[in-house]
Every structure is written in structure tokens, then in C-alpha cells.
């Protein structure tokens, strides 16, 4: 439209005549949005005859007039509306419209403007113009607003579902940007009573992110505000609110059970004391709660307000559950105490860590907004943060359980804290965006210590991967050699032990049932002899009469990987072939010299064959030779065994150096003195 139309357009508009309105009023809403045409508009009193309309039309018509005046707004343009006298009728009428207007195109309207009034720099003139402020005389008038605001979150109409939520967003903003004296926590509570939290997470796990990406953001970003103010407000017990938590607490404990028996005695003695009336103060008062002091306010250092919201919301949630656990607590000792105060601010702090609350600022949500197109949604969108409270507690819960299953005493807090760090990063990070807040509970409860142990080592061998590198190569390195040596150790000591074989072709030939082998104990000679039965005390050496160097042994010959697994035979001096019986051999060769003048070369014989009558004594025996031949051991089993205990050795040094590459031990990285020390001497870290 054309500047030069504005006369006539100003005149259609003041008609009395609906049909004449509508259709200039819809032809505004498509011009206006041009500076140069809405600085006409406004030059020529056109903001008077806008104001009127929406004050007095219905229908389309006011609908066309509400996303006028939106648009206006949208280029920085026509603010004075609402700075001049009367414009608190204007406020009140579109806030009426909210609360009792059906239509969704007047509530779309409705809503932009009044997002645009609250998120609009206050002006020093006019401190009550915009902001929250604004709409306090109205909504006074129409208390049921926010209620009407939050209702429509659940609007099939995406466009009317994002402008509520901006409008929230934005009185959200404003709020908590109040001084010393705010109202912010009142006004954030009375949304949570309306449903607001539950009504985002859906929404944030549906499918229309498309068109509510901006909004979500924003309000995924003013909660993480949220949590770092309450946590900013330090634990006060001056303050009414701050002492009336703390109280409920130690009510909510059931100290009643606690102070029976013998306190009521003293209660009843102190009756006649010359201070009658005083009360005896419960020395674990505090303590027996799990704080480390009978002070607990200073407590709350790392974890401020917040800290005190998600304990006394656990324990009012959950009262009988933390009574009981108390009374099972008491009968411990002090230091075997699982201390649920400590506990609960633990997991407070994991969960302000894992989500990285300190990191969030208001104006970055729409940073998000580029990467991968925002169709990485998963990456960017963080329902479960909503479900603060209810990750609270299920952490808290799983908190108690790794202390039970544990056996954790005090000493320990931090390991178990640990496991729970480690806990909530796999389920509650690894959580898809469209999993239910329930499944997450169900897996935080259900999920097993053993796994959990197993994470926490992936974890650290990646971590000291990274900062050792070269070293943890070495350190691998090192324990194999020690493991092996281990195994082969025990290996031989079954040998020297010695064991019973059976005779394979006994039955037939009327010959010896049963064969007894053991190494000698300078392990130079395997020494054996046949029997018709086993006998329950194993034959002394003395009485084994044939023998064989080891030093003429040749090869050993078995199929007990073939026996074991499927995997093909290695071939060397110590060859395991693989035959097709079934039956467990281990066959020693030795060569012998052939007649010289048959111009035949040495050949290999079986010198002693022996039928192990388990997988673990085939093992033992076949491993064990090959080792006193300084050969490597090649059956599964003996390798899985090498390889346990070098896990097992890498583990324990792991679990006894922190990331920093110091001792957990007290003291640990301290140089010892040359006090006392007369020789040159020199110690291993």
C-alpha cells in the first residue's frame, strides 16, 4: 500500500460500517511492518484509531488489528501507545481477550503484543509501562490469566502454543531479573502449581519442535537460570523461609522415636531443676539427620537454597521412606552411617554439574539453533532437566543402595559419590530425548553395581589413556610379564603336585588302569608309573620308577584347544594339532637318532602320552610343560587367566591414583626427608 493512501485507509478505518473496517484493517496488517508507511500511520494519529478498534471490535476485525499493532511493535516502531494516558485499558482489554476470548487467530494477537509489553526495555519516564509491571493492574482484574496462558500450552495449534510459551518465557525473564526484594520465587512456584514444567516436557519430547524450537529453548535456558539463582541464594537461618526448611527436617525425622527411654527420663529430672522449663538439646540432633555438624547451615555453601529445596522435597516426598531409613541407620555406629543429609546435597551437585547449568545464559539459546540444521535434536534438547526433582531423589535413592551393597562406611563418601557421578552420566546422558522420566527412575534403581564397577574402570583407563599415554603402556606392559610368571608359577606347581591320568587302552589289554605323573622338585625330571587302581594317597616321588630329561623332550603334542574352541591349530616345536577325536591327549616327543647308514635323519616319537580327565587339568599340564620348555602358553584358558590378573593388577594401581597423578593415600606425592637416613637411598612413586 502505498504512503499516500494512508488518508483514505485512516478514513475506512474510522467507518462505522464492520465490512469497510475488515478489510482495511487487513490491508494494514500487511503494510505496516514498512518503516517509512508505519511512520505515516503513526504521524497521522493512526495509533488513536488502532487502539479503538481493539478496544471495541470483535471477530476478524480485532483480529486483524492485534497483529497490526504486532507487527508495528515488531519493527521497534509505535510504543508510545502504551505510554500514554489510558494505556492501561489497552493492557487490560488484551488481557481480557486472553482470558475469555475462544478464537485462536485474537489469541495469537493477544499474546504477541503482551510478549512484546513485557519483554520491552523499561523506561525511566514511564517506570510502570512494560515489564511485569504492566500487566500486574489487569491481571489483579483477571487473576485466572496465567492459568488461561499456561492451558494453552496443550493448544493444538502450534502457533498459539509457541506465542504462550513466549509469553511465559517472558514473564519468567522479567521476574527474576527483580532486585533484592523480588517475588520471582512466589510467581515461579504459582506456574509449577499450574502445570507449566510438565506441560514444556511434552511438548519437548514431541514431534512439533519444528515450530516451537525458539521457545523451548528459551525456557530449557531460563531453567538452568532458575537452579543457578536458587543455588546463589545462600542458606540463611535469619530468614523465616530458609529456618522454617530446616525445622521441618528434623520434624519430618520423627525425633520423637529417637528421644524416647532414656531422654524422656531426663526430661522428667530436669522438671525439677532450678531451670524448669528448659529444654536438653539432642547432641545428634543435626548429625543424626547426616549433616557433619550440629551447625548445617554453613552446609549448604556449595549448593546454596537449591541444595535445601531438593533435600526438604525428598524428605516431604518420601517421609516414611527417610524415617525408616534413619531408624536403620541408628543402630549403627557413627561412621557406618550413611549420611542422607550429605548424600542428598552430593547428588545436588552432580546434577548442577552434569547438566552444566553454570554454562547456560538466557540469549544462547538461539545459538543452538544452527547446528546440524536443528535436526539433531537429541543434542540440543534436555527434557529430563525439567524433571529436576524427580532425578533428585531416584540419584539420592541409588545413592543408598551402592551404600548398602557396599558395605561403604563414612571413610568412603566419596567413592560412593563417585559411583553415582559415574551413574547418572551413563543413564541420564546416555537418555534418549523421547524416553520417559519413569524409564530413567526404573534404570537409576535397577541398574547393577557390577556394570557400574566396570563403567568406572573404562572410565579411568581412558582417562589415564589420555594423560599417560606412553606410560600405561608400559605400566600393561609390565604386569603381563609379572602375570605371566604368576601363571606360570601355579602351573608348575601343579605339576609338582602331581596328578592321576587314565590308561586309554586299559580295558581291552587286561594292562594298568592308571598313570601317575609328577615333576621332580628340582624340575628337571617328570617322573611316572602305571597302576591297576588310584590309590587315595598320591605315590611318593620314590616310588615312580621311570623318568624323563626334560632337557630330550622334543615337542608336546594336544588337542585341547581343539577340545576348547573351534580356532585352528598353531604349529611349532610345541604344536597343538587338532585331530578329530574327541578324547583330551597330551603326547611328549623326544627324538630319536636313526642308523647312520640308512641316511636317515633324526626322528620324533612319543616317549609318554597322557589323557587329562578335565579341560582345567589339560590346561594345567599342557601350559605347564610348554613353560618349563621357556615356550608360551597356548591354551585359552591359561591366557585368559595371564590376562585377568593383569587387568586386575592394572585396576588396583588405577583405583589407587587420581587423575591428577597423585596417591589417594594421605601424604601421597610427598618427597620422605633424608632425617635418619645415613646411606644414599631412593624410593618408587
Not at 487487513?26 to 508507511?37: E, M, R, T, Y
Request: aromatic share 8%.
Amino acid at each position: 500500500m502505498d504512503a499516500a493512501d494512508i488518508p483514505s485507509l485512516l478514513s475506512r478505518l474510522s467507518s462505522d460500517e464492520d465490512a469497510l473496517r475488515k478489510m482495511a484493517v487487513f490491508k494494514l496488517q500487511s503494510s505496516i511492518n514498512d518503516p517509512s508507511f508505519a511512520d505515516l500511520f503513526i504521524a497521522s494519529n493512526g495509533l488513536t484509531i488502532l487502539r479503538r478498534l481493539i478496544m471495541n471490535t470483535g471477530g476478524n476485525t480485532l483480529a486483524y488489528s492485534l497483529q497490526s499493532l504486532t507487527r508495528l511493535l515488531e519493527v521497534d516502531m509505535g510504543w508510545e501507545i502504551f505510554e500514554t494516558s489510558g494505556s492501561g485499558e489497552l493492557v487490560e482489554r488484551v488481557v481480557e481477550l486472553i482470558v475469555t476470548h475462544p478464537l485462536v487467530n485474537i489469541l495469537r494477537g493477544a499474546m504477541s503484543i503482551l510478549v512484546a509489553i513485557v519483554s520491552h526495555p523499561q523506561n525511566k519516564a514511564e517506570p510502570g509501562a512494560f515489564g511485569f509491571r504492566a500487566l500486574k493492574p489487569a491481571v489483579a482484574v483477571y487473576p485466572q490469566f496465567f492459568e488461561m496462558v499456561v492451558s494453552q500450552l496443550n493448544s493444538a495449534d502450534h502457533a498459539l502454543c509457541a506465542n504462550a510459551l513466549m509469553l511465559l518465557n517472558a514473564l519468567m525473564r522479567d521476574s527474576i531479573k527483580g532486585g533484592p526484594g523480588e517475588e520471582w520465587p512466589k510467581f515461579i512456584k504459582r506456574l509449577q502449581d499450574l502445570g507449566v514444567i510438565k506441560a514444556v516436557y511434552v511438548l519437548m519430547q514431541s514431534s512439533a519442535l519444528q515450530d516451537l524450537a525458539h521457545p523451548l529453548l528459551d525456557f530449557q535456558a531460563l531453567t538452568k537460570v532458575l537452579l543457578r539463582k536458587w543455588r546463589d541464594v545462600k542458606v540463611d537461618l535469619e530468614k523465616p523461609e530458609h529456618r522454617r526448611a530446616l525445622k521441618g527436617l528434623h520434624l519430618a525425622s520423627a525425633p520423637e522415636r529417637k528421644e524416647s527411654g532414656v531422654q524422656r527420663a531426663e526430661a522428667l529430672a530436669t522438671a525439677n531443676d532450678k531451670t524448669k522449663g528448659s529444654r536438653r538439646h539432642n547432641p545428634e540432633k543435626w548429625r543424626r539427620l547426616g549433616f557433619e555438624t550440629e551447625s548445617p547451615a554453613w552446609e549448604f555453601d556449595q549448593t546454596g537454597f537449591l541444595g535445601m529445596m531438593d533435600l526438604t522435597d525428598y524428605v516431604r516426598k518420601h517421609e516414611d521412606g527417610f524415617q525408616k531409613l534413619l531408624l536403620e541407620q541408628s543402630s549403627k555406629p557413627m561412621h557406618e552411617r550413611c549420611p542422607i543429609a550429605r548424600a542428598s546435597l552430593a547428588v545436588t551437585v552432580i546434577l548442577y554439574e552434569h547438566f552444566e547449568v553454570d554454562k547456560s545464559d538466557v540469549n544462547d539459546a538461539r545459538s543452538y539453533l544452527v547446528l546440524d540444521g536443528m535436526k539433531n535434536y537429541d543434542k540440543i534438547f534436555r527434557p529430563l532437566l525439567l524433571q529436576w526433582s524427580r532425578l533428585h531423589t531416584a540419584s539420592l535413592q541409588a545413592f543408598f543402595r551402592l551404600w548398602k551393597s557396599t558395605g561403604a562406611e563414612q571413610a568412603d563418601f566419596d567413592k560412593v559419590a563417585e559411583l553415582v557421578r559415574i551413574l547418572i552420566e551413563q543413564v541420564v546422558g546416555q537418555a534418549s530425548r523421547t524416553v520417559d522420566v519413569q524409564e530413567v527412575e526404573e534404570e537409576l534403581t535397577d541398574f547393577e553395581y557390577a556394570r557400574l564397577r566396570e563403567l568406572q574402570m573404562e572410565i579411568l583407563e581412558l582417562t589415564f589413556e589420555d594423560e599417560w599415554g606412553q606410560h600405561l603402556h608400559q605400566v600393561r606392559d609390565e604386569l603381563k610379564r609379572e602375570a605371566l610368571q604368576f601363571v606360570k608359577e601355579q602351573r608348575i606347581r601343579s605339576l609338582l603336585q602331581g596328578a592321576w591320568f587314565p590308561r586309554s587302552n586299559s580295558s581291552r589289554d587286561g594292562r594298568s588302569s592308571w598313570r601317575f605323573v609328577k615333576l621332580s622338585h628340582n624340575r628337571r625330571f617328570l617322573h611316572y608309573a602305571d597302576f591297576m587302581t588310584q590309590s587315595k594317597q598320591d605315590p611318593l616321588l620314590d616310588e615312580l620308577h621311570e623318568k624323563i630329561d626334560l632337557s630330550t623332550i622334543s615337542s608336546v603334542v594336544s588337542n585341547v584347544s581343539a577340545s576348547n574352541e573351534s580356532s585352528s591349530s598353531v604349529t611349532s616345536s610345541s604344536t597343538v594339532t587338532k585331530q578329530n577325536s574327541t578324547t583330551t591327549k597330551i603326547t611328549i616327543n623326544s627324538f630319536i637318532t636313526s642308523d647312520s647308514s640308512s641316511g636317515a635323519g633324526d626322528k620324533e616319537r612319543a616317549i609318554l602320552t597322557l589323557m587329562p580327565i578335565s579341560h582345567s587339568s589339560a590346561s594345567e599340564w599342557l601350559d605347564g610343560l610348554l613353560m618349563l620348555l621357556n615356550q608360551a602358553p597356548i591354551t585359552a584358558e591359561t591366557n585368559k587367566l595371564v590376562a585377568l590378573i593383569g587387568e586386575y593388577g592394572l585396576k588396583i594401581r588405577l583405583l589407587n591414583v587420581r587423575e591428577d597423578g597423585r596417591g589417594n593415600r594421605d601424604g601421597g606425592g610427598v618427597v620422605p626427608g633424608r632425617e635418619g637416613v645415613d646411606e644414599e637411598y631412593w624410593f618408587e612413586v
